[in-house]
Protein backbone atom coordinates (compact mmCIF):
# COMPACT_ATOMS: atom_id res chain seq x y z
CA UNK A 1 0.00 0.00 0.00
CA UNK A 2 1.50 3.72 -1.38
CA UNK A 3 1.77 5.84 1.77
CA UNK A 4 0.73 9.26 1.04
CA UNK A 5 3.80 11.44 1.10
CA UNK A 6 4.01 14.01 3.73
CA UNK A 7 4.07 17.62 2.61
CA UNK A 8 6.96 19.59 2.87
CA UNK A 9 9.35 23.15 2.80
CA UNK A 10 12.48 22.43 2.67
CA UNK A 11 15.36 25.39 2.45
CA UNK A 12 18.53 26.25 2.11
CA UNK A 13 19.59 29.28 3.23
CA UNK A 14 23.16 29.33 2.07
CA UNK A 15 25.93 31.84 2.11
CA UNK A 16 28.70 30.89 0.17
CA UNK A 17 31.99 31.93 1.26
CA UNK A 18 35.62 31.32 -1.12
CA UNK A 19 37.20 34.19 0.63
CA UNK A 20 37.85 36.02 4.05
CA UNK A 21 37.20 39.31 5.57
CA UNK A 22 33.32 39.28 5.27
CA UNK A 23 32.21 42.95 4.21
CA UNK A 24 29.47 44.61 6.38
CA UNK A 25 25.81 42.86 5.37
CA UNK A 26 24.09 44.89 3.50
CA UNK A 27 20.31 44.17 1.10
CA UNK A 28 21.55 41.76 -1.52
CA UNK A 29 21.43 42.80 -4.74
CA UNK A 30 19.36 40.71 -7.48
CA UNK A 31 22.82 38.90 -9.00
CA UNK A 32 23.32 37.37 -5.23
CA UNK A 33 20.64 35.34 -4.52
CA UNK A 34 18.50 32.34 -6.60
CA UNK A 35 15.88 29.90 -6.04
CA UNK A 36 14.24 27.11 -6.93
CA UNK A 37 10.83 25.83 -6.40
CA UNK A 38 9.82 22.05 -6.87
CA UNK A 39 6.87 20.74 -9.28
CA UNK A 40 5.41 18.35 -6.21
CA UNK A 41 2.45 20.36 -5.73
CA UNK A 42 1.07 23.25 -3.95
CA UNK A 43 -0.02 23.81 -0.12
CA UNK A 44 -3.99 22.99 0.16
CA UNK A 45 -4.26 24.29 3.51
CA UNK A 46 -4.06 27.83 4.70
CA UNK A 47 -2.96 26.51 7.93
CA UNK A 48 0.37 24.89 6.96
CA UNK A 49 0.87 27.87 4.82
CA UNK A 50 1.31 29.81 8.55
CA UNK A 51 2.73 26.49 9.98
CA UNK A 52 5.78 27.22 7.03
CA UNK A 53 5.80 30.99 8.45
CA UNK A 54 6.05 30.29 11.62
CA UNK A 55 8.69 27.88 11.22
CA UNK A 56 10.80 30.47 9.14
CA UNK A 57 10.45 32.76 12.08
CA UNK A 58 12.13 29.92 14.63
CA UNK A 59 14.82 29.76 11.60
CA UNK A 60 15.43 34.05 11.82
CA UNK A 61 15.40 33.70 15.92
CA UNK A 62 17.24 30.57 17.23
CA UNK A 63 20.48 31.13 14.60
CA UNK A 64 22.96 28.58 15.06
CA UNK A 65 25.58 26.94 12.14
CA UNK A 66 23.03 24.50 11.03
CA UNK A 67 19.46 25.41 12.18
CA UNK A 68 16.61 23.00 11.76
CA UNK A 69 12.42 22.38 12.67
CA UNK A 70 10.28 20.28 12.03
CA UNK A 71 6.47 19.98 12.77
CA UNK A 72 4.04 17.11 11.92
CA UNK A 73 0.78 17.50 11.97
CA UNK A 74 0.03 14.15 12.60
CA UNK A 75 -2.32 13.75 9.44
CA UNK A 76 0.10 12.92 7.03
CA UNK A 77 1.19 16.39 6.65
CA UNK A 78 3.52 18.76 8.06
CA UNK A 79 7.15 21.06 8.08
CA UNK A 80 10.35 20.50 7.70
CA UNK A 81 12.53 23.22 7.21
CA UNK A 82 16.72 24.23 7.58
CA UNK A 83 19.19 26.97 7.13
CA UNK A 84 22.58 26.79 6.67
CA UNK A 85 25.20 29.33 6.92
CA UNK A 86 29.48 28.68 6.70
CA UNK A 87 30.81 28.46 10.43
CA UNK A 88 33.25 30.57 9.51
CA UNK A 89 31.10 33.86 9.29
CA UNK A 90 29.86 36.05 12.53
CA UNK A 91 25.69 35.92 13.81
CA UNK A 92 25.03 38.93 13.05
CA UNK A 93 26.23 37.72 9.31
CA UNK A 94 24.34 34.44 8.84
CA UNK A 95 21.09 36.19 10.58
CA UNK A 96 21.29 39.08 8.06
CA UNK A 97 21.56 36.15 5.28
CA UNK A 98 18.72 34.51 6.62
CA UNK A 99 16.45 37.43 7.35
CA UNK A 100 16.88 38.83 3.73
CA UNK A 101 16.52 34.90 1.92
CA UNK A 102 12.98 33.65 3.92
CA UNK A 103 10.96 36.11 2.04
CA UNK A 104 12.62 36.35 -0.87
CA UNK A 105 11.66 32.14 -1.19
CA UNK A 106 8.45 33.29 -0.33
CA UNK A 107 7.83 35.32 -2.65
CA UNK A 108 8.77 33.23 -5.03
CA UNK A 109 7.95 30.00 -4.11
CA UNK A 110 4.72 31.55 -2.34
CA UNK A 111 2.24 27.95 -2.08
CA UNK A 112 4.98 25.48 -2.81
CA UNK A 113 5.27 22.27 -0.65
CA UNK A 114 9.27 22.23 -1.36
CA UNK A 115 11.11 25.03 -2.51
CA UNK A 116 15.13 26.00 -2.08
CA UNK A 117 16.79 29.73 -1.80
CA UNK A 118 20.00 30.81 -1.38
CA UNK A 119 22.06 34.31 -0.74
CA UNK A 120 25.53 34.90 -1.87
CA UNK A 121 26.98 37.18 0.49
CA UNK A 122 29.84 39.74 -0.62
CA UNK A 123 33.52 39.55 0.53
CA UNK A 124 36.61 41.13 0.58
CA UNK A 125 40.05 39.40 -0.62
CA UNK A 126 38.64 36.42 -2.52
CA UNK A 127 40.49 33.35 -3.96
CA UNK A 128 41.02 32.34 -7.26
CA UNK A 129 37.77 30.12 -8.40
CA UNK A 130 37.73 26.86 -8.48
CA UNK A 131 37.29 25.23 -11.55
CA UNK A 132 34.24 23.70 -12.33
CA UNK A 133 35.55 20.30 -12.39
CA UNK A 134 36.63 20.80 -8.84
CA UNK A 135 33.67 21.64 -7.58
CA UNK A 136 31.51 18.94 -9.19
CA UNK A 137 34.50 16.39 -7.53
CA UNK A 138 33.99 18.64 -3.88
CA UNK A 139 30.36 18.36 -4.19
CA UNK A 140 30.36 14.22 -5.01
CA UNK A 141 32.86 14.19 -2.14
CA UNK A 142 30.42 15.93 0.29
CA UNK A 143 27.32 14.31 -0.81
CA UNK A 144 28.89 11.09 -0.14
CA UNK A 145 30.02 12.13 3.32
CA UNK A 146 26.32 13.20 4.26
CA UNK A 147 24.08 11.27 2.59
CA UNK A 148 24.78 7.50 4.77
CA UNK A 149 24.46 9.94 8.13
CA UNK A 150 20.80 11.37 6.30
CA UNK A 151 19.74 8.30 5.53
CA UNK A 152 20.53 6.92 8.60
CA UNK A 153 18.14 8.89 10.54
CA UNK A 154 14.85 7.64 12.35
CA UNK A 155 11.16 8.76 11.81
CA UNK A 156 12.04 12.17 13.54
CA UNK A 157 14.67 13.41 11.80
CA UNK A 158 17.26 12.49 8.88
CA UNK A 159 19.01 15.56 8.31
CA UNK A 160 22.70 15.94 8.69
CA UNK A 161 25.21 19.14 7.34
CA UNK A 162 28.84 19.13 7.06
CA UNK A 163 31.96 20.17 5.20
CA UNK A 164 34.81 19.56 3.42
CA UNK A 165 37.89 21.21 2.17
CA UNK A 166 38.42 20.48 -2.24
CA UNK A 167 40.72 21.97 -4.70
CA UNK A 168 44.15 23.80 -4.64
CA UNK A 169 44.05 25.96 -1.87
CA UNK A 170 42.00 23.85 0.35
CA UNK A 171 38.17 26.20 -0.46
CA UNK A 172 36.02 25.30 2.33
CA UNK A 173 32.45 23.48 1.06
CA UNK A 174 29.67 23.10 3.35
CA UNK A 175 26.04 21.24 2.45
CA UNK A 176 23.36 19.72 4.00
CA UNK A 177 20.84 17.35 3.05
CA UNK A 178 17.45 16.06 4.23
CA UNK A 179 14.73 13.89 3.86
CA UNK A 180 10.98 13.48 4.80
CA UNK A 181 11.32 11.80 8.07
CA UNK A 182 8.92 8.79 7.02
CA UNK A 183 11.15 8.20 4.25
CA UNK A 184 12.33 4.35 3.68
CA UNK A 185 16.22 4.00 3.56
CA UNK A 186 15.87 3.29 -0.07
CA UNK A 187 13.92 5.83 -1.05
CA UNK A 188 15.90 8.91 1.00
CA UNK A 189 19.28 7.50 -0.38
CA UNK A 190 17.68 7.37 -4.64
CA UNK A 191 15.78 11.40 -3.61
CA UNK A 192 19.53 12.03 -2.33
CA UNK A 193 21.50 10.39 -5.42
CA UNK A 194 19.13 11.98 -7.73
CA UNK A 195 19.58 15.93 -6.19
CA UNK A 196 23.27 15.38 -6.17
CA UNK A 197 23.13 14.78 -9.84
CA UNK A 198 20.32 18.15 -9.90
CA UNK A 199 22.99 19.94 -8.62
CA UNK A 200 25.51 19.22 -11.38
CA UNK A 201 23.42 19.86 -13.72
CA UNK A 202 22.02 23.21 -12.77
CA UNK A 203 25.05 24.47 -10.92
CA UNK A 204 28.45 23.06 -10.53
CA UNK A 205 29.08 23.09 -14.54
CA UNK A 206 28.43 26.61 -14.89
Known amino acids: METKPLISLI ?5 IINCVNLA ?10 AFRCSKNGNFKSDDLIKERDAAFNVLYKNIQQPIYTGYD ?38 KQKEGVAWTVLK ?24 KDKAVGGDSAKKYESGSITYGPGSRALYGSMQCLPHMA ?4 RQCLSDATTRIHNDCTKS
Open 24 to 33: IAQKPTPDQQ
Open 11 to 15: ILLQA
Open 73 to 110: SGNGEGIWSYALCPPNIKMEACRECVNNTMPYLKQNCP
Open 123 to 146: TMMCMTPATAAELEKGVNSLADKL
Open 185 to 188: KVQC
